[in-house]
């Protein structure tokens, strides 16, 4: 238990979006559309929180990034869920291109997983893009109704993204976290210490 002291403020946000997503689940068993979104709305603001606070008290770490990837994932599944329960047509009126966007992500998941044993946690712009419009469109979607301009939006920043993701796995012979995109790594110190050994 004394190991929780080596925590940070930062650290316990992505804790909080971890411990909730049973709850989440379970108010899609209850059906409870509105709590279930108001919870997921304070879910993906943790998220937010949790980056300005690590970056504002110069508390990042690879471990804090990890927690913090991991809730952000958690947290999407728990959300999409949600849209496929309370949304099912529009779901089944998407399905295939749904299923387009998936495939890329599941591979970029594999990949990472076979090469570093765990997933990536590069925090790209373009990550930080996709997920913002991830919420949005869950969140307007479950408070209102799908809106296929966010829609298609997610869809291709989405894709743009797991193939930057795909792209900087093969660039990094290590686990790295923490890199802004494609051009911050062509000039990383710590990708080009790696090939120089």
Known sequence: MRTFKYFNIADWFSFYRIFAAPFLLLLIWLDLRLVFTWL????????????????????????????????????????????FYFETSFIRANLILIIIAFVPYILQMLIAYIKYAKATAFHTYLAKLSAMFQSLFILWSLFFNPEYALFYIMIIIGLLETFEEITLIFMYDNWASDVK?????????????????
């Open 40 to 83: 997921l709305l304070i879910s993906y603001s943790t998220d937010a929180i949790d980056g300005y606070l690590a970056r504002k008290l110069k508390i990042t770490s690879p471990r804090g990034s990890q927690l913090d990837s991991f809730g952000d994932q958690i947290t999407l599944i728990v959300g999409l869920i949600g849209l």
């Open 181 to 197: 995109g494609i051009y911050w790594a062509m000039r990383d110190k710590r990708r080009l210490k790696n090939k120089n050994h």
